[in-house]
């Protein structure tokens, strides 16, 4: 049975950081990509950034691009999502995903491409 954990979310002011974890078991953890997705209240979920298996390849949504960071310790079956200088805007439910596949890609926000979800865990950004 694959669980999924995120844990790190909080209250954060504006300009401040958040590290999100999320750890993973009952698979193989490197032989797929992880993601993270984010959920702000009344919005559609969206993906925010992705890394591959092996290589360590990252993709980053533009509204993160250069402010977040994601990592994975494969030793650890945990992947990682450093959160910088955040904004309100990034208040949101944020959620880690097994993707299907090793790799990433361009698509990587697509929902359908991730087989496991874990539970989420709630970032708020004052202003």
């Known amino acids: 049975q694959v669980q999924m954990m995120e844990s790190g979310g909080g209250l954060v002011q504006a300009g401040g950081s958040l590290r999100l974890s999320c750890i993973v078991s009952?698979?193989?953890?490197?032989?797929?990509?992880m993601g993270w997705f984010r959920q702000a209240p009344g919005e559609e979920r969206e993906g925010i950034s992705c890394i591959s298996s092996i290589d360590g390849t990252t993709y980053y949504a533009n509204a993160v691009k250069g402010r977040f960071t994601i990592s994975r310790d494969n030793a650890k079956n945990t992947v990682y999502l450093q959160m910088n200088s955040l904004k309100p805007g990034d208040t949101a439910m944020y959620y880690c995903?097994?993707?299907?596949?090793?790799?990433?890609?361009?698509?990587?926000?697509?929902?359908?491409?991730?087989?496991?979800w874990g539970q989420g865990t709630q970032v708020t950004v004052s202003s």
């Open positions: 995903a097994t993707s299907r596949y090793r790799y990433c890609s361009d698509n990587f926000r697509v929902e359908t491409k991730y087989q496991y």
């Open positions: 009952g698979l193989t953890f490197d032989a797929y990509g």
